[in-house]
T-cell receptor
């Protein structure tokens, strides 16, 4: 069965400092991994995804994520946080072997960036 | 905006009411999804339609009834809901639906309160 864990409900970081939002996953087949962001009163917006190839994936707004197969992790990172990055971040996984339509989302991590 | 619109944005209903949520996508996609978002819980996939055919139904109570008259429109009909059904209901679309690496595009959601 597929699952996603985001171990931190909340991450606090000062503006200008690097940030990391953690995600671990479990799938039986090849993982297709996604990060989405949700701003207040908005739907989820796509940030980046890992399908195959380079383990370091670069996405929107300066975010990147590193796929680590041995640790089954896909942590989201940004070298220098902005106050405007404050939002709710969701990690998601699909099983690339079984196909289908089901995306499993984590519970979300709220990021607070302090000026 | 992502090209996916939802109406109404807010809805308050009694347990004996009947109401409908509407979703429209302007992206030319073939797959549409309903998700339920409750506080501090992962997004729950409710229904998936691909080319107007329901392809996923995640053990959702019968008081929720989806309808997809064409590939651009998706409805969620609600009747005799319970207070625990109060949540943010998100609609999403993706180009084909069957390709597991596809990004989903989300609407802003309908905030539902059941009294």
């Amino acid at each position: 069965a597929q699952s996603v864990a985001q171990p931190e409900d909340q991450v606090n970081v000062a503006e200008g400092n690097p940030l990391t939002v953690k995600c671990t996953y479990s799938v039986s087949g090849n993982p297709y991994l996604f990060w989405y962001v949700q701003y207040p009163n908005r739907g989820l917006q796509f940030l980046l995804k890992y399908i195959t190839g380079d383990n370091l994936v670069k996405g929107s707004y300066g975010f990147e994520a590193e796929f680590n197969k041995s640790q089954t992790s896909f942590h989201l990172k940004k070298p220098s946080a902005l106050v405007s990055d404050s939002a709710l971040y969701f990690c998601a996984v699909r099983d690339g072997n079984t196909g289908g339509f089901k995306t499993i989302f984590g519970a979300g991590t709220r990021l607070f960036v302090k000026a | 905006e992502t090209g996916v619109t939802q109406t109404p944005r807010h809805l308050v209903m009694g347990m004996t009411n009947k109401k409908s949520l509407k979703c429209e996508q302007h992206l030319g996609h073939n797959a549409m999804y309903w998700y339920k978002q409750s506080a501090k819980k992962p997004l729950e996939l409710m229904f998936v339609y691909s080319l107007e055919e329901r392809v996923e139904n995640n053990s959702v109570p019968s008081r929720f009834s989806p309808e997809c008259p064409n590939s651009s429109h998706l409805f969620l009909h609600l009747h005799t809901l319970q207070p625990e059904d109060s949540a943010l209901y998100l609609c999403a679309s993706s180009p084909q639906g069957s390709a597991t690496q596809e990004t989903q595009y989300f609407g802003p959601g309908t905030r539902l309160l059941v009294l």
